[in-house]
T-cell receptor, first 112, second 115 residues
């Protein structure tokens, strides 16, 4: 089955700086790669996603890049703000109807 | 729309007791999922359903059973709870996979402790 590795487990950045979280996946059949943000005591919430036929996608301060050859994808957050502090999860899904395979999460801390 | 709701929010069980977690969605989604979240482990898929009356096993199905008798509800059962099932359980739902809408919408979670 699919295996998703996520790094780093904790990331601390100064407010206003950029943050990058990286993930690798194992199943070359995977074709959908979402990123979720989870705040304390809440369920994960989708912030951006990308399909395998696209190399990059951007939504305001958030961008995701995908390298299918290397089987890795990354989340980029620019101009970080205090409200960006949360746990971020990457995930991957193959062509079937089964669920997502998640990375173990990155705790992003925005230092004032 | 309430989205995805889960009942109960918290529960404490003794080893060997049984319980059912209820997930409900009002978005007319076809697919529903149960995940568990443990510290440092991310979310892992327990069971899922691609439609009313159908269920399938995920990555960690042992010790759990599920039922999807109505399209809007997905039940997760623990027949004989064990301390290893102490976790936060999340339900999610989505439209048909492969279409233009892939997003899985998550509920707020149920925190279960088994003593």
């Amino acid at each position: 089955g699919e295996n998703v590795e996520q790094h780093p487990s904790t990331l601390s950045v100064q407010e206003g700086d950029s943050a990058v979280i990286k993930c690798t996946y194992s199943d070359s059949a995977s074709n959908y790669f979402p990123w979720y943000k989870q705040e304390l005591g809440k369920g994960p919430q989708l912030i951006i996603d990308i399909r395998s036929n696209v190399g990059e996608k951007k939504d305001q301060r958030i961008a995701v890049t995908l390298n299918k050859t290397a089987k890795h994808f990354s989340l980029h957050i620019t101009e970080t703000q205090p409200e960006d502090s949360a746990v971020y999860f990457c995930a991957a899904r193959g062509g079937g109807a089964d669920g997502l395979t998640f990375g173990k999460g990155t705790h992003l801390i925005i230092q004032p | 729309n309430a989205g995805v709701t889960q009942t109960p929010k918290f529960r404490v069980l003794k080893t060997g007791q049984s319980m059912t977690l209820l997930c409900a969605q009002d978005m007319n989604h076809e697919y529903m999922y149960w995940y568990r979240q443990d510290p440092g482990m991310g979310l892992r898929l327990i069971h899922y359903s691609v439609g009313e009356g159908t269920t399938a096993k995920g990555e960690v199905p042992d010790g759990y059973n599920v039922s999807r008798l109505k399209k809007q509800n997905f039940l997760l059962g623990l027949e004989s709870a064990a301390p290893s099932q102490t976790s936060v359980y999340f339900c999610a739902s989505s439209y048909i996979v492969g279409g233009p809408y892939n997003e899985q919408f998550f509920g707020p979670g149920t925190r279960l402790t088994v003593l």
